[in-house]
């Protein structure tokens, strides 16, 4: 069954440095892959995907991510914390099992970001 | 920009009761979905509808859960006999395939409490 960890329930970062936040998955086959965020009080809005093609993929407001196959992980990035970028992130994978409707989540981190 | 929405934002009712959520995804979508997420736990997939049909739905999903759309343009998640359980916040999204590759578009959610 795939599955995926988000390491950090909660990461802060001073406005300015570098955000890197940790999603593993663990599936049998090559999996497509989301980053959402999640501003409060809103829904979860799309970052970016990976489905096939150049691992390093861009997303909106700055981030990208980096499909690594050899270590199954999927890290999102931003050069330069912006004060507007606190909020909750999820990782998510697609389910293979069924329609390919379903998306599998992770636990979320909760980014802060500090003057 | 098209969004999905959710009515109402917040509902509050006692055990037993019967609910009914409500959502209006975004126009062109075909097929639509309801996740769940229990205070502190992870985003959870319950159920996806194409064409007025259930195409796939998780073991959340029991007999006590129904969806429908109504009507062209609204879809909702009844529950027919509320448990403490079933607090939660629940998210409707929409897509407009089902193809693996493509986007799932979440509403804000409704923060459901059952006392």
């Known amino acids: 069954a795939q599955s995926v960890t988000q390491l950090g329930s909660h990461v802060s970062v001073s406005e300015g440095a570098l955000v890197l936040l940790r999603c593993n998955y663990s599936?049998?086959?090559?999996?497509?892959l989301f980053w959402y965020v999640q501003y409060p009080n809103q829904g979860l809005q799309l970052l970016l995907k990976?489905?096939?093609?150049?691992?390093l993929v861009k997303g909106i407001n700055g981030f990208e991510a980096e499909f690594k196959k050899s270590e199954t992980s999927f890290h999102l990035t931003k050069p330069s914390a912006h004060m507007s970028d606190a909020a909750e992130y999820f990782c998510?994978?697609?389910?293979?099992?069924?329609?390919?409707?379903?998306?599998?989540f992770g636990a979320g981190t909760r980014l802060a970001v500090h003057p | 920009e098209p969004e999905v929405t959710q009515t109402p934002s917040h509902q509050v009712t006692q055990m037993g009761q019967e609910v009914i959520l409500r959502c209006v995804p975004i126009?062109?979508?075909?097929?639509f979905y309801w996740y769940r997420q229990i205070l502190g736990q992870k985003v959870e997939f319950l159920v996806s509808?194409?064409?007025?049909?259930?195409?796939?739905k998780s073991e959340i999903f029991d007999d006590q859960f129904s969806v429908e759309r109504p009507d062209g343009s609204n879809f909702t998640l009844k529950i027919r006999s509320t448990k403490l359980e079933d607090s939660a916040m629940y998210f409707c999204?929409?897509?407009?395939?089902?193809?693996?590759?493509?986007?799932?578009?979440f509403g804000p959610g409704t923060r459901l409490t059952v006392l």
């Open positions: 999204a929409s897509s407009r395939s089902g193809a693996s590759t493509d986007t799932q578009y």
């Open positions: 126009s062109n979508h075909l097929y």
């Open positions: 990976y489905t096939t093609g150049a691992t």
């Open positions: 998510a994978v697609k389910s293979l099992s069924g329609g390919y409707n379903k998306l599998i």
């Open positions: 599936s049998s086959v090559p999996p497509y």
């Open positions: 509808f194409y064409n007025n049909e259930i195409s796939e």
